[in-house]
């Protein structure tokens, strides 16, 4: 999806944006390869079985809906973040 802090131009007033990393996009529905580790601890062999995992990621969802601008404040902790959604 095209990224709403810089409108997918890759950059706010002059500097590179921090969400898309410069790209102009932003990533909703990541996908990939599960790591062999993940397998280990549930007691699956990593030789014989791989996986894929995807997902719809609702944090992503909310960066874009309230134009939050790193995902990494849904996962502090910090109440004053929250109440700002009331």
């Known amino acids: ?5 810089c409108v ?3 950059s706010v007033n002059g500097a ?3 969400t ?5 996009w932003i990533e909703i529905g990541g996908a990939g390869m599960v790591d062999p580790t993940v397998f280990g601890h549930v007691d699956y062999d990593s030789e014989r079985y791989t996986g894929f995992a995807f997902g ?6 909310a ?3 309230y134009r939050v601008n790193d995902i990494k404040l849904f996962y502090e902790g ?3 973040f929250v109440r700002q959604f009331r």
């Open 78 to 80: 910090d109440v004053r």
């Open 56 to 61: 719809m990621g609702i944090e992503r969802m």
């Open 20 to 24: 898309c990393k410069g790209s102009g």
């Open 1 to 5: 999806m095209s990224c709403v802090f």
């Open 16 to 18: 590179l944006c921090r």
């Open 8 to 10: 997918g131009k890759g």
């Open 63 to 65: 960066m874009l809906r």
